[in-house]
């Protein structure tokens, strides 16, 4: 399928025995879901990360979930990975989102973790705009969007919400992953620096023993997740985190990666932390904790992962050392 060589290491360094079953069943993967959805035309995405996503254009007949689709050149996506608990947070997620904020879900098999997705068009990135500040406006609009207040949800959605269930990924489970990482380097923090990931277990901790309000957030909010589409700016791949809303702001500001050529600075990120706390309501102190503390947890996953690039601590670096 000339998948590209990034997505085949990230699907084996993180799933291994599983991802390398995935990656060889592929082909008949995407057969049998376009024979089952009557799909043609179907072309892997440019960009592929750790799932497969593909654009492909639908049955010219019958609706699908409720929703009527046109036939068109690549109307839909095909979306589908190694089953785990993430994709079928996405699903649940997708469907109490229902289209608002973020992509509609077609039809989907939660089994095997397949979707068949609304395609955005014209589908251009939010990290194409040149102007930082307008994108950071957008993005702060389309987070609003998407938050789903948990008490709202259990009077709408109960079932959904059931813990036995285990839907929705808590966000106090990522950050409890971070005790790994001094197992890992036997109490210590590796190449983390240890008054960062102190400061972080100290911030996240106290953010999580407040009376807060839950909610159901995107997850991996980011410029590359944020789309334009006839419907105005939506959001794709949520992950469908239950948590602090403030956490959201985090992977938006690690973000885009690479765009800039002197990188991700203090003075991008002061500009944005004004319009965060302008357009969100949130106090400046906590979008740089929470902005902080998704960082060292992102740099631990690049170390768990084995996919570490270093731009999560650089930005680590930059975050902690603003008043």
């Known amino acids: 399928m000339n998948l590209p060589s990034k997505f085949i290491s990230n699907v084996q360094n993180t799933f291994r025995d599983e991802g390398h079953a995935f990656l060889k069943a ?15 035309d179907v072309v892997p995405a ?3 990360s750790y799932n497969f996503a593909a654009f492909a254009t639908s049955p010219p007949t019958p609706t699908l979930r409720g929703t009527s689709l046109q036939r068109g050149d690549g109307n839909v ?34 089994e095997r973790c397949w979707m068949l997705l609304e395609r955005l068009k014209p589908g251009v990135m939010l990290s194409t705009l040149e102007d930082d500040e307008e994108a950071t406006r957008i993005a702060s609009g389309v987070m609003k969007r998407l938050w789903r207040g948990l008490d709202t949800l259990r009077e709408e959605h109960a079932e959904l919400l059931d813990p036995q269930e285990n839907n929705f990924i808590q966000l106090t489970d990522w950050f409890d992953g971070l005790k790994k990482l001094r197992m890992m380097f036997n109490g210590g923090t590796g190449p983390l620096r240890e008054k960062l990931v102190e400061r972080v277990e100290s911030s996240v901790k106290d953010f999580f023993a407040e009376n807060h309000n839950p909610v159901l957030m995107h997850g991996d909010f980011h410029h590359y997740n944020v789309l334009s589409s006839e419907r105005g700016w939506l959001a794709i791949d949520p992950k469908g985190v239950i948590g602090p809303a403030g956490y959201e702001v985090g992977p938006f500001m690690l973000n885009p990666w690479g765009k800039f050529s002197d990188g991700i600075n203090r ?8 319009i965060l706390h302008e357009h969100l309501g949130f106090e400046r102190e906590r979008i740089l904790e929470w ?16 996919t570490g690039s270093g731009h999560a601590l650089q930005c680590a670096e930059i975050i902690s050392g603003i008043k």
């Open 26 to 40: 592929l082909p008949d993967l995407v057969a049998e879901a376009s024979a089952r959805w009557g799909l043609t």
């Open 46 to 48: 440019p960009e592929l």
């Open 77 to 110: 996506v095909l979306k589908m990975g190694v089953p785990n608990r993430e994709l079928r947070s996405e699903i649940a997620a997708l469907k109490l989102f229902n289209g608002e904020g973020v992509c509609r879900l077609l039809d989907y098999d939660e």
């Open 267 to 274: 003075h991008l990120i002061m500009r944005r932390v004004e």
């Open 291 to 306: 902005s902080l503390a998704h960082a060292i947890l992102s740099a631990w996953w690049d170390i768990e992962d084995n």
